[in-house]
């Protein structure tokens, strides 16, 4: 039978929600969606946000995907992960947003040595195995932007 | 700022990758502040004042034939979000001396015994940084100097401050909700000596200080150190937090430029709260 203590350690690490936000790097503030995502289940919102902000000072005002794990206990830890590959790709291709028509008019364009890039960055998030297949996924939301891709695709 | 109404828009998007990035994209760039992605979109969330009418006219993904998407939007009222926390936290003691506890918690027996509703505002003693400037201001010599504390949240550390025998004090926080909170924790503990002032580092204009305390973050300190230092009197201290061991040396450098020299560092769990000397 297991020990009290060891009862009591798995339930301060029971899962209670994962919390899926997009916040500016060093700009988390108390206000929504901060504050009902995490307020409603008992977090300490103000840790929050104080630990956010400073681990992405490096980069302010960038929206930054954040995974938030909160736990029975009210504990809480979280994952930032590099900025979203439509992000990546507005700011490759020096646009501020797509095309409404994205398979008739292109806006912009960009190589597809830019594609590789973001793909190896997004790789993990992708739930890609191989670096070929994250390039392609890449290359389709692009191609869903109206950013056409230039070049000769690498291996 | 927390003290804006939201304005806050609900998508659904089919199919929802990617659809969903590719709206956070264009919308992040238009001035939506922040997302939660849901199982159907994303809820996104836009300051009242960067709002209006046409904002969503260059969303060029709603548009596409690729996707199909509608939405709802609704004002969001400010409200004590981090009420369900606050209700029932535990009170936290420094150094055996020094407690920080809310109205409903038993009195202990502290020589410094602070009480705090926190009311969406930082500094609570929970966090590591605001624990290592209790212990700095425990360990320093407080009696009839002049403070200012910098981003004062709760208004705990000027709190503290006149505890030790400081005035007068100035507390300075440019969040709203923060100003409004230190001025109640200030007469919750009957403090007659803090000023509090709702601004940031361009309200500091001829003032003098003997210490300065401010536990922000890395980018704020390094932006407004020069105007801090400007503002201490001769053999002054200053105490900064509100960032980890691997910023010391960017800090460090900048204070160095203005004419600081480090004295002590207190560390926990990464993260550091300094001491430097004029």
């Known amino acids: ?155 | 700022m927390s003290n804006t109404v939201y304005i806050g828009y609900q998508f659904k998007v089919a199919p929802l990758q990617p659809g969903t990035e590719i709206l956070i994209a264009e919308l992040g760039y238009a001035g939506f502040e922040s997302f939660v992605e849901t199982e159907e979109g994303v809820t996104a969330y836009i300051q009242k004042d960067e709002w209006n009418a046409a904002i969503l006219e260059d969303i060029q993904i709603l548009d596409s034939d690729e996707f199909e998407i509608s939405f709802t939007f609704e004002d969001i009222e400010q409200t004590n979000w981090n009420e369900e926390w606050e209700k029932n936290f535990n009170p936290i003691i420094v150094d055996d001396v020094c407690s920080v506890r809310a109205p409903f918690h038993e009195k202990p027996d502290t020589k410094y015994d602070i009480i705090i509703e926190p009311k969406m505002s930082f500094g609570t003693g929970h966090h590591e940084t605001t624990h290592m400037m209790i212990q700095h201001i425990l360990k320093n010599d407080f009696e009839g100097k002049s403070v200012l504390d910098m981003g004062s949240g709760t208004g705990v550390l000027a709190i503290l401050a006149e505890m030790k025998g400081a005035k007068p004090i100035d507390a300075i926080d440019y969040d709203n909700w923060c100003y409004v909170n230190s001025l109640e924790n200030v007469e919750r503990n009957s403090c007659e000596h803090i000023t509090v002032l709702e601004g940031d580092a361009s309200l500091l204009i001829d003032q003098k200080y003997d210490i300065i305390i401010a536990n922000i973050n890395r980018n704020i300190l390094l932006n407004d150190l020069g105007v801090y230092v400007k503002c201490m009197n001769p053999n002054g201290s200053m105490f900064l937090s509100g960032f980890y061991v691997e910023d010391i040396p960017a800090i460090e450098e900048e204070c160095n430029k203005h004419g600081l020299t480090f004295v002590e560092r207190l560390e926990k769990n990464k993260w550091v709260a300094l001491k430097f000397v004029n």
């Open chain 1, 1 to 155: 039978m297991e020990s009290y203590a060891t009862k009591i350690l798995k339930m301060a690490k029971e899962l209670s929600k994962v919390v899926k936000l997009q916040v500016r790097g060093g700009a988390a503030n108390p206000s929504p969606p901060v504050g009902p995502a995490l307020g409603a289940a008992g977090v300490n919102i103000m840790e929050f946000c104080k630990q956010f902000n400073a681990r992405t000072q490096d980069k302010p005002g960038k929206v930054l995907p954040v995974v938030i794990s909160v736990f029975k206990d009210k504990s809480f830890d979280f994952v930032i992960k590099t900025p979203p590959a439509a992000v990546q790709l507005l700011e490759a291709a020096k646009v501020k947003k797509g095309s409404g028509e994205p398979n008739r008019k292109k806006v912009a364009k960009v190589t597809w040595d830019q594609i590789k890039a973001i793909a190896e960055d997004k790789m993990q998030d992708l739930n890609a195995f191989t670096s070929e297949k994250a390039m392609d996924m890449v290359a389709g939301t692009a191609r869903s932007m109206g950013i056409s891709v230039t070049g000769k695709k690498p291996n």
